[in-house]
């Protein structure tokens, strides 16, 4: 597709129980960025992958968050037994190299009841 | 470590008016900036990045400002519609990955 493509887009489930979340980036960017988006915090880095490494993970919260990245194209974020302070906005963005504008996708709105 | 702060955090206005937008960062060691627009409950689009060695960036209605030895950098909207109407978000790189930095926006109303 022509932008960042991000599923799905909204998303309800039980605390403790685990979530994936995809990102599609634009064909062609190597890099790829996951920040959070949540009404207390504001928009917030979490994990950088340049090609399928990720050299740079400081953003996430807890052990519960991990993600991966495979043949240098989609990611997945996975939030293991979720929390109800995990309810947020979680926005992918890809680029061509670091120093380029970031494209973001429409995010994946999570809801932890 | 960079922070990002945006004055005023909510803005009204009406349409015809010019405006400015207000971005500061603590970490002036930067190579872009990158002013962002968010519509509701969308992500974001990308208004404009300006390189270091720029001191503006235009596209159509809009003109963005960086003075890295001050540490700030403005938003400049022309002849505001609107369709204008939305959150803007200044966003800096924070680190060797270029993680963006955001401040927490500026609400703008163009009322008709």
């Known amino acids: 597709g022509a932008g960042v493509s991000q599923s799905p887009s909204n998303k309800v489930t039980e605390k403790g129980k685990d979530v994936e979340l995809r990102c599609d980036p634009i064909?062609?960017?190597?890099?790829l960025y996951w920040y959070r988006q949540s009404l207390g915090q504001g928009l917030e880095f979490l994990i950088y992958?340049?090609?399928?490494?990720?050299?740079?993970k400081s953003g996430l919260p807890s052990d519960r968050f991990s993600a991966e990245r495979t043949g240098g194209s989609v990611s997945t974020l996975t939030i293991q037994r979720t929390q109800q302070e995990d309810s947020a906005v979680y926005l992918c963005?890809?680029?061509?190299?670091?120093?380029?504008?970031?494209?973001f996708g429409d995010g994946t709105r999570l809801s932890i009841l | 470590k960079q922070e990002v702060t945006q004055i005023p955090a909510a803005l009204s206005v009406p349409e015809g008016e010019n405006l400015v937008l207000n971005c500061s960062f603590t970490?002036?060691?930067?190579?872009?900036l990158q002013w962002f627009r968010q519509d509701p409950g969308k992500g974001l689009t990308s208004l404009l990045l300006?390189?270091?060695?720029?001191r503006e960036q235009t596209s159509g209605r809009l003109n963005a400002s960086l003075d890295k030895s001050s540490g700030r950098s403005t938003l400049y909207i022309a002849a505001s519609q609107p369709g204008d109407s939305a959150t803007y978000l200044c966003?800096?790189?924070?680190?060797?990955?270029?993680?963006?930095?955001f401040g927490k926006g500026t609400k703008l109303t163009v009322n008709p």
């Open positions: 963005a890809s680029t061509t190299t670091v120093g380029q504008p970031q494209h």
């Open positions: 064909s062609g960017h190597t890099a």
């Open positions: 992958f340049q090609g399928n490494s990720a050299p740079d």
């Open positions: 970490d002036s060691a930067i190579y872009n």
């Open positions: 300006i390189q270091s060695s720029q």
């Open positions: 966003a800096a790189p924070g680190g060797g990955s270029e993680k963006l930095v």
